[in-house]
């Protein structure tokens, strides 16, 4: 799917930034409530509101041609997360696609790692804004996050890379797998999954991939984090009583300490 496709000629570089518009006037011309565009503008950030000496809110023509593209998105299926995410691309960014909108991941990876070095948030958020555009939420995941955090691992082994850009990677897509479980659809299914990591495992991003994807597929998914406590997850599995758990253990010490909950955890239930 290409640019034109999914925008039809709008960007909101079109429309007036001047802010003249209450709250209230914004929500009667564009259909969307009052409450929705404060939830819009507090999980997404957007629209993009000015404020006047008292406090109150002021939206331009921008804003309001941006919240009624939105409420289209929306109307048509598109989940606000993942239309959020398109916006961005068309104010910030050019699309890595080849001729007739097949994504190349290969282009995306290596200007996903450059932002990652450079320690440029918006750049690696606006990378994977492109990729979530065009490609599912899976294809994201699997070929361009995962494959990128391969390289960063790889990259500070060797020296080439910093710590501090490694964290900064890890931490804006941290925060956009989290946005995306959030933004999935509630559960559809009877059966609850509990995921996290391995008592003494801090590396999650890898466990917050699987349970996005068991959260698309309509799971119920209780996500325990890094670095579990195994007494507490022990009193947690019997109160929940799941249909799986589900645990993640990258180093040695880790799996070890895994193994040892699954005896005890076998001993149980």
């Known amino acids: 799917m290409t640019m034109e496709t999914f925008f039809g000629g709008f960007h909101p570089a079109n429309y007036s930034n001047s802010a003249l518009h209450n709250i209230r006037a914004v929500a009667a011309a564009t259909g969307v409530p009052s409450i929705t565009l404060r ?3 507090r999980r997404y950030g957007m629209p993009e509101p000015q404020r006047d000496d008292k406090g109150y809110r002021l939206y331009s023509e921008r804003d309001i041609a941006v919240v009624k593209w939105l409420r289209e998105r929306v109307r048509q299926g598109i ?14 960014a050019e699309t890595a696609t080849e001729p007739g909108g097949i994504l190349n991941f290969e282009s995306l990876r290596g200007r996903l790692l450059g932002a990652i070095s450079q320690l440029d948030e918006q750049a690696v958020s606006q990378v994977i804004a492109e990729g979530l555009m065009v490609a599912s939420v899976e294809d994201v995941a699997l070929r361009l996050l995962q494959p990128a955090l391969c390289e960063v691992g790889e990259r500070w082994a060797q020296g080439t890379l910093s710590v501090t850009s490694e964290h900064v990677g890890s931490n804006v897509i941290r925060f956009h797998l989290a946005q995306l479980i959030r933004a999935s659809p509630p559960p559809l299914r009877h059966h609850t999954v509990i995921v996290g990591c391995a008592p003494g495992e801090q590396h999650e991003i890898g466990v917050l991939m699987i349970a996005l994807f068991l959260r698309r597929r309509g799971f ?3 996500y325990a984090g890094a ?3 195994a007494n507490s997850l022990l009193l947690d599995v019997e109160r929940a009583r799941p249909s799986a758990v589900c645990l993640s253990a990258g180093t040695p010490d880790a799996a070890q300490s895994l193994r040892d909950l699954y005896r005890e955890m076998a001993e149980t239930y």
Do not use: K, P
């Open 227 to 229: 670095n579990i406590e």
């Open 220 to 222: 119920n998914v209780i």
């Open 79 to 92: 989940g606000i997360s993942r239309a959020v995410n398109m916006l961005h691309v068309l104010e910030y």
């Open 39 to 41: 939830s819009w503008e």
